[in-house]
């Protein structure tokens, strides 16, 4: 019944940034940090698992694509191009596309969908710049990789 605070342990999750703070502005905690685990970002193929393993942890039903919305495409060359594979950013996005799809009443993912979703998302990638964390890979002309029946998504 007794807790011994010697046995206790605490799994955090620092971005890069974040840990820096910590290490330059509490030395005390930072110290007591024992492992560190850098995940890197994930390649065109490894993100299609992720999407994969995300959507079915939400699914109420199965479905025959276990990607649906979303397609093979879009994630290996849309999505990579603008997310550079940060798994948390593959998250927001993939969460941007299915709001937008919903707001739209859209069964499929298309240009008017990704300009809805890119528009949130860059609101959150311009605020993470604001407050000095790294946006590596991110410009507005990421989209190129975004190709639809109606030709390439232009972004103004």
Known sequence: DNINLRDLIIVAAFDPVAEEIIQKDNKALYSRIVNNLQLRH????EIVGFVKRYLDSARVEKV???LFPFTNNIITNGIFELTKG???RIVIFCYYVIECLIKHRKTKVDSDVIKCAHKSYKTI???????SLKTEGYNDDN??????DDGPIALG
């Open 42 to 45: 994930l390649d065109r193929d």
């Open 64 to 66: 025959k694509n276990p």
């Open 86 to 88: 940060h798994q948390r």
């Open 125 to 131: 990638i311009k605020r993470e710049s604001q407050l």
């Open 143 to 148: 989209l190129s990789g975004f190709n639809f």
